[in-house]
């Protein structure tokens, strides 16, 4: 089944959940981050986080060590640490950017996050005890246009990037001040920090921004999602093999991973799509949601009918679209479970809901759910 | 007053190009000897009456990305002879036999076929648009949009 919560009917841009996944923190395309805490069956607002001076483009709150990380078109990024006293307490984080910042992502061991811009430059930022400062370490080459979205690798090292000038990368982004070398992994051997791993293009014909990047459970595959309408899976085991599927619908903006081999992606669509990923190709699974056609009563009589044709040029007036979500999916994000093992997640749309999706009943509903 | 008044030749020099932040773009550039599908296959097959079969070599044939735009136009007129002379009723068969990169292919011909409107060929193409529509989706459609490498 889905929940649906409401936050009003201004577009949610970004939303991250806590670790125990009682609080909600979102931003209305807004320069303010709203943390809500779940009461009852509702949502009470705990906090304002209001440090940025545009548009909060990224949230991301790390379970273990509690902390938030947001970046915003203001070129600037804060970590908000929760005091003793219940007050979220902010630090500056300097990334040394000439643009705005355009997502953000907690490493898995939660040590050090890594911010895309708009500047061409990747920044992995990582905490010096010494002077109790957020250090920003750049990653330049060989990015020739804004980053879209990031993803960490689970080794804590290597660091997926999807961009606009239709490629998607693989960095190392090591920093050796704060951690052991990593042992050799099917992207490569030599990690050394900034060093590009592989390379893959969305499509020989250009093929569109990469708008979504996410590393398989076990960090072997990546998948990414394009704006051609198109999902690609790379196979590091497997040669650097990339399957690409190219689907009927519109593009999808946001991917996860919920089983060892099945990728939930949304998007334009504004319903959640899975799809299977196989040894040597990528297949639609199903649609999360089937289109809840409303019937027409029946007694709509011949009168209507024309009147209805002479204003509105049409038969009936349908602007209701028949899914939850009535405007595109912006972010998937796992709230039960682990990636590759989603028990619920859920995704924030311009219509200003986040709908939580149970994968179990919805098997139970949907007769054609392919997970 | 400024020294150089007369002149208005500054106002044309291109101060874009030297901007530092500007994209660049691979420079893959298609092979030229590699142009265009048969051009004496089709015409023979349309002339023998099998357009259909003269569709799919088309398609297969045709190289995304050519600069030249005299190949181009030639490209884009054969299509368009092929197209105009499948009838209404063989289109489903023939779009039923392509496999997804030819109908992407062939949205795109399509599109750029509306864009140089003959008589009575903008009715035509409209049909062979919902046919493809049907089967590839709106899919092809934003394919058509965000491809770099234009037929």
Known sequence: MTTIHKFGATPISCHAWSGNRSELALSHNSKDVTLYNAKGQGWEKTAVLDQHDLRVTGIDWAPTTNRIVTCSSDRNAYVWVKGPDGQWKYTLVLLRINRAATCVRWSPEENKFAVGSGAKIISVCYYEKDNDWWVAKHIKKPLKSTITSIDWHPNNILLAAGSSDFKVRVYSGFIKEIEPKPSATPWGARMPMGNLMTEFSNSPNGGGWVHAVSFSPDGSKLAWAGHDSSISVADAANDMLVMKLKTNLLPMCSLTWIRPNTIAAAGHNCVPYTFIVESDAVKLGSAMEEDKKKESSGKTSAMDLFKNKDKLGQNELETKLNFTHQKQIAEIRIVGGQKGDVDTFSTCSLDGKIVVWNLKTLAGQMKGLKI | ?151
Do not use: C
Request: avoid cysteine.
């Open chain 2, 1 to 151: 007053m400024a020294k150089n008044t007369s002149s208005n030749v500054f106002r044309t020099l291109d101060v874009d190009q030297y901007n530092e932040d500007n994209y660049k773009e691979d420079n893959d550039s298609t092979d030229p000897a590699a142009l265009g599908p048969n051009d004496t296959l089709i015409t023979s097959l349309l002339a023998a009456n099998k357009p259909v079969e003269a569709l799919t070599h088309l398609l297969s044939g045709a190289t995304l990305g050519i600069k030249d735009q005299a190949a181009r136009t030639a490209s884009l007129t054969l299509a368009m002879r092929v197209l105009m002379a499948i009838k209404a009723s063989q289109i489903d068969d023939a779009v039923a036999q392509l496999d997804n990169e030819n109908r992407d292919v062939l949205m795109k011909f399509i599109y750029r076929g509306f864009e140089v409107p003959n008589e009575g060929s903008s009715a035509h193409l409209l049909v062979w648009h919902e046919k493809v529509f049907t089967v590839s989706g709106v899919g092809s459609i934003v394919r058509v949009l965000t491809d770099k490498k234009r037929v």
